[in-house]
């Protein structure tokens, strides 16, 4: 069985910067494209970012919205997912979500999910 476990959620003000960690299980996801998703107060859920690994190089892919401020990355194994980011907004705050076998496609989603950490970032 497939688990995606997120951590690393929290309250932080604006400008602060907060690491996810998402640890999954119940497969192997060393070929698997893995990301985060975002879902915001009264918003639908979007994509944030992807990372995919083909032989020893890592393929990333941000959300305008966050390009320059977030940096995702796996550790070698392929079973942890981080998302690091930095000059936090509040228009960050959403519930983040881990996500496994995310598509490339438009619109961009996944076959597995973690349950969500939540996310704040007051002004």
């Known amino acids: 069985q497939v688990q995606l476990v997120e951590s690393g959620g929290g309250l932080v003000q604006a400008g602060e910067s907060l690491r996810l960690s998402c640890a999954a299980s119940?497969?192997?996801?060393?070929?698997?494209?893995m990301g985060w998703f975002r879902q915001g107060p009264g918003k639908e859920r979007e994509f944030v970012s992807a990372i995919s690994r083909r032989g020893i190089t890592f393929y990333v892919d941000y959300a305008d919205s966050v390009k320059g401020r977030f940096t995702i990355s796996r550790d070698n194994a392929g079973n942890t997912v981080y998302l690091q980011m930095n000059s936090l907004k509040p228009e960050d705050t959403a519930v983040y979500y881990c996500?496994?076998?995310?598509?490339?496609?438009?619109?961009?989603?996944?076959?597995?999910w973690g349950q969500g950490t939540q996310v704040t970032v007051s002004s």
């Open positions: 996500a496994a076998d995310v598509t490339a496609g438009d619109p961009t989603t996944a076959r597995y």
């Open positions: 119940g497969s192997t996801f060393s070929n698997s494209r």
